[in-house]
């Protein structure tokens, strides 16, 4: 994390159908970049550090990064209860098409989330699909299958969302799926770390982020 | 992932407590089959069970489902092992 990393992370935005969102961008605007996909809601707010430290590693190796924020999440006007996966996946494509050629990194359900972006290839970090999402969401809501709306962790989910994720699945075209040592599930590789997206004291994973960048910098350089 | 018998649950369970509720290594060794969780331990509120049952169900690929969550099944760490490796065994 040097000084000439920081001078290179700046705040813009991006228009998308649906209005206009910021995107943090990392690093040089040409060579090869990614841009980030985060888990919805609370695991979104868990990664974001782990996230914005793989960013910085990459700058440091002239790897460009885009963050950004989607209708419903950071700063957007957008509020949760409006949030759509369409919605969404429109932005993120959006926001991948102001760098083209760039290569996707999502973490757990934000894998739901690059679908409609042209990307040069997926790496995704232990994907989530659509129904253990809402699972998961039922559970810390306390909720059974039936009920139509959500509210998770502070967040209003809408019935629209919960309907768009049922049977959502991260996209399979291009894709390198990566888990936890520790974690059940098809991958072409596992990393070491501890999965901060359950911690509920956002912290970060050095260990993980060192290992995200390097497999990420060998992914795309190859 | 296969799991050959209970120790390699009881490490499973041991290692997702530790990584959900944030404990400190040395706690999370210390922990035994009568040591209580749900109520006993402040960490794990009701959010917190969730990312453990997920979790759980993430690292072993089982499914847990809602009528079987009950404070039986949470009231020790022992309790909670016998659970999931009648499920992860079977």
Known sequence: MT??????????????????????????????????????????NRTRSLAVSVLRLLTDRGIGGLLPDLPGTGESM??????????????????????????????????????AATLAGRWHLSPQDGASLLREWR????????????????????PGLLEDLR?????????????????????DGTLPGSPVWRHSEPRNDPVLAQAISDDIVRWILM | MIFEGSN?????VRGVLADVLGLFPERA????????????????????????LTELEDRLGILIEDDEVDGDMLESFGSLVAFVAAKSLT
């Open chain 1, 78 to 115: 957008t509020s949760t209860e409006e949030m759509r996966l369409a919605n969404m996946q429109d932005a993120f494509a959006a926001a991948a098409a102001t760098r083209p050629g760039v290569h996707g990194v999502a973490i757990r359900s934000g894998a739901l989330i690059d679908r």
């Open chain 1, 3 to 44: 000084g000439h990393a920081d001078n290179r992370l700046r705040i813009d935005s991006y228009d998308w159908r649906g209005g206009r969102e910021a995107v943090l961008r990392f690093g040089p605007d040409h060579g090869p970049a990614v841009i980030v996909a985060l888990p919805l809601l609370e695991e979104g």
């Open chain 2, 29 to 52: 060794a210390a922990m035994t089959d009568v040591t209580p969780l749900f109520g006993a331990m402040p960490e794990l509120d009701s959010m917190a069970v969730a990312g453990v």
């Open chain 2, 8 to 12: 390699e649950v009881e490490a499973a």
């Open chain 1, 139 to 158: 559970r810390i809501a306390g909720q059974g299958a039936d009920a139509p709306s959500l509210a998770v962790a502070g967040n209003a989910v809408a």
């Open chain 1, 167 to 187: 049977e959502a699945e991260p996209a399979k075209h291009n894709a390198r799926t990566l888990r936890l040592a520790n974690g059940a599930g098809r991958a």
